[in-house]
């Protein structure tokens, strides 16, 4: 779990503070459930929906 928040901090690193939020709530998750690859797997699977809905919705605009 340790390596894990370590990838976090380090991520928050690299964004320069872009997504400092969003990195903090994943640690605040991974540290409540002892389960890294769960959260990693449901924040993936969220942003994939979220891409996808912003996908479906900007390209019929763009076609017109």
């Known amino acids: 779990m340790a390596h894990n928040l370590e990838r976090i901090a380090?991520?928050?690193k690299d964004s320069g503070g872009?997504?400092?939020?969003?990195?903090?709530?994943i640690a605040v998750l991974v540290l409540e459930t002892?389960?890294?690859?769960?959260?990693?797997?449901?924040?993936?699977?969220?942003?994939?929906?979220v891409r996808t809905e912003r996908t479906t919705v900007v390209a019929p605009a763009t076609a017109a």
């Open 10 to 12: 380090q991520a928050k």
């Open 18 to 25: 872009k997504i400092d939020r969003a990195l903090d709530v």
């Open 34 to 49: 002892g389960n890294p690859d769960g959260v990693w797997g449901e924040v993936l699977k969220l942003l994939h929906q």
